[in-house]
């Protein structure tokens, strides 16, 4: 979980704002948990938009309005419906938690072709290996400008890298450093689990804009 620092709020047209004081990693429709604000502002909401200028309320439409002149950096906005309030000046934490759950033990079980008995200590690091896998991936496809679920992967190609990442992980047990573990006096091939294969169906890293 990362936590943040908010240093100003304001309210307007029923869309909070609060700008953080450092820059996180924080999605657009990610949630995201106010706490100590104000009563007004703290809660867990859906993040709508990250806008980097001052925001002065809706159009007719109800599309977003910015003052362009006035940058103003590390803003979280998100949907409240509420009074009116000025830029002020203000302390509390926003959190920021994503769980991303893109494949499960069964894919990494289905695409290492074992049955893994659960409980046991394979089972246990099996889990592990599919949580930091998906966390991982997830995180190195945000560092590349991509905006993903965290429920469900962005297309196939994500899926089955996701998947080799985890059973890359899993494989690894017992190892230390880059090897696999062995018995063999020949020694073994380094263990790679971020392969050039495993990059080019994450799409990483590749920007995913310009």
Known sequence: MAIYTVIYMYLVDNYAVL????????AVGQSITVASVDAT???????????QYLFVGTDTEGDLLFDYQVPIQNQVLYA???SDVERVATSGTV????VCTWVTAADVMTYLGITITNPSDDYTLLTQSVS????FCYRRRQESGYIDSLT????GDVT???????AALWRSRGSIETTYATFDGMGTAPQ?????IVKQLLGIPRPAVA
């Open 192 to 196: 790679q689990s971020l392969t050039p």
């Open 80 to 82: 409240k419906t509420a």
């Open 41 to 51: 502002f703290n809660g867990t909401y859906s993040v709508y938009a990250l806008p």
């Open 160 to 166: 089955l890298g996701t998947i080799m990442y985890c």
């Open 95 to 98: 959190s920021y938690a994503p």
């Open 19 to 26: 700008q953080l004081l450092i820059p996180n990693e924080i």
């Open 152 to 155: 469900a992967s962005p297309s």
């Open 132 to 135: 930091a896998g998906n966390q």
